[in-house]
């Protein structure tokens, strides 16, 4: 998409002035959000009948990725804003003559607007998902402070800006994202342009923290990690700390040189091995962590993997690793398989967690709480 702020402003005040989001979400609490944090796609296309004409053209447009045939666009949209889409290419022209998204959505979320990519459950998504999107960005965006005020952010696995952007309307003195997708870095400008707030944010391509300069300290981090990769490496992992959360774990060994004084942040970690609610990751952060002088605590919740689906995500990731050979992708997931079965420790499956870190010790603790969620809670 092209990056252009009198037309991503234009198209801003046209979705606000029909109450997009507003429509949204009645559509939504109508028919409920799949665990991919999107409405059913044969659903929502359903209720759409009962919208006006111009909603049925920027629902099928920008929720549901559908093309819609020119007619249609001219006598339901203005033709400034048709022009303000086009610019932007936020709209493209088909083979056939009718209109379309490159392969993205428009979401509204914690009173943003967010440019993501079509997620691959939908049939109209015509790429790989790399301006990323799903419940748990939902999850984490609840997890920020209310206030930021002073604060320097790294926002670490950007994907489509949301969190980098409710830190900056939260007071942030800078925000930087980190993401390793140049599609979605490109995206996230044009979604911090579109939310009014590009002045104060920066977005950068960046393998986890390697764009980072020496000298460049945060007050705060806020990292969403990816649903893969499974592993790190090549090898087949030695212990459960291993499975489920490569980048988190590669971030650590690079994040406290770029951590102040007061620093604190929120870490998203998905399926993590554990047992009543406690995961054996989470036990291994914090003990890694308390060595630099950070203490941590985490909201655990039930995660609804289970063994063969982690074992799927992780052969699908391996199978798009050049270096990696038929026989030795079955090998490492057969180790995988093994390492959970044949596990000392008690398991009783996979859990999702925020962590939640400080430098020095965190008060809130009382009573040695360290793990919280919807079960009983146990040390970790």
Request: proline share 5%; charged share 20%.
């Amino acid at each position: 998409m092209r990056i252009h702020s009198p037309s991503l402003a234009a198209i801003r005040d046209y979705l606000n002035e029909m109450m997009y989001s507003l429509v949204d979400l009645r559509l939504s609490s109508e028919i409920g959000l799949s665990p991919a944090g999107f409405p059913k796609f044969q659903s929502l296309q359903q209720i759409l009948n009962r919208l006006d004409p111009a909603h049925q053209v920027l629902f099928r447009l920008f929720r549901l990725g559908e093309t819609v045939d020119d007619a249609s666009i001219k006598e339901s949209v203005p033709g400034r804003i048709v022009s303000a889409l086009m610019e932007s290419e936020v709209l493209i022209r088909d083979e056939a003559g009718g209109w379309r998204t490159p392969s993205l959505l428009i979401v509204p979320a914690e009173g943003l607007l967010l440019l993501v990519n079509i997620p691959n459950s939908y049939p109209t998504a015509s790429k790989p998902c790399n301006v990323w999107f799903d419940m748990s960005s939902y999850f984490v965006a609840k997890a920020l402070p209310t206030y930021l005020g002073d604060k320097r952010v790294l926002d670490v696995c950007s994907g489509s800006g949301l969190q980098s952007l409710l830190c900056a309307l939260r007071g942030a003195t800078k925000v930087l994202g980190l993401e390793l997708h140049e599609e979605a870095v490109i995206v996230s400008r044009a979604n911090a342009m579109l939310n009014g707030v590009d002045g104060s944010v920066e977005f950068r391509q960046s393998n986890v923290l390697a764009s980072l300069d020496k000298g460049e300290r945060f007050d705060f981090v806020v990292c969403n990690t990816p649903y893969a990769p499974v592993i790190e490496g090549p090898g087949a992992p030695s212990t459960l700390e291993e499975v489920g959360n490569s980048v988190l774990l590669r971030l650590l060994r690079e994040l406290p040189h770029h951590l102040s004084e007061r620093s604190r942040g929120i870490l998203g970690a998905w399926r993590a091995i554990g047992h009543q609610s406690s995961t054996y990751l989470m036990q291994s952060i914090g003990t890694e962590m308390k060595k630099n002088g950070f203490d941590a605590f985490a909201y655990v919740d039930r995660a609804p993997d289970t063994l063969d689906g982690v074992l799927r995500i992780l052969q699908s990731d391996l199978q798009q690793r050049a270096e990696m050979q038929s026989d030795r992708i079955s090998d490492i997931v057969e180790s995988v398989r093994n390492l959970f079965q044949d596990s000392k420790r008690p398991i009783d499956g996979f859990y999702n967690q925020l962590i939640y870190f400080a430098k020095g010790k965190i008060e809130s603790t009382v009573g040695g709480r360290a793990v919280f969620g919807l079960s009983a809670p146990v040390q970790a």
